[in-house]
């Protein structure tokens, strides 16, 4: 090979090295999103059934005695936080199915809002 060819394919592979490199850095910055937006998902999960929770025990306080409400309360908010763990340490352990299923939920919403019907 002459020189003009080896510094052509020298040039060629720092080309590519530095398109691969970019390709990781917009992978890698792409996956920090979508893990950030995941776990603000998460806990606006959980403070939405916080305040769901919160609401029911409103309303059943004028039912239910004191202290079947409070047990009821502990027991809902109990359930609450142990979903929210849940998704949290499945959105650590599986980010890409999290942001699958974030993806899914996302369309899903977008076809309700902007499907016509007829």
Do not use: F
Not at 3 to 12: D, F, G
Not at 85 to 109: F, K, S
């Amino acid at each position: 090979m002459d020189k003009t060819k080896v510094e052509e394919s020298a040039a060629a592979a720092d080309t590519a090295a530095e398109i691969g490199g970019n390709i990781a850095g917009v992978v890698h910055a792409a996956t920090e999103r979508a893990s950030s937006a995941i776990h603000d998902v998460a806990a606006t999960v959980g403070s939405a059934a916080s305040d769901a929770a919160t609401r029911g025990v409103e309303a059943a306080r004028d039912y239910v005695g004191w202290q079947n409400l409070q047990s009821g309360a502990d027991y809902v908010g109990k359930q609450g936080a142990q979903a929210l763990d849940y998704v949290r340490r499945n959105t650590a352990e599986q980010p890409w199915v999290a942001l699958l299923i974030a993806g899914a939920v996302g369309y899903a919403l977008a076809y309700l809002v902007h499907h016509r019907p007829g």
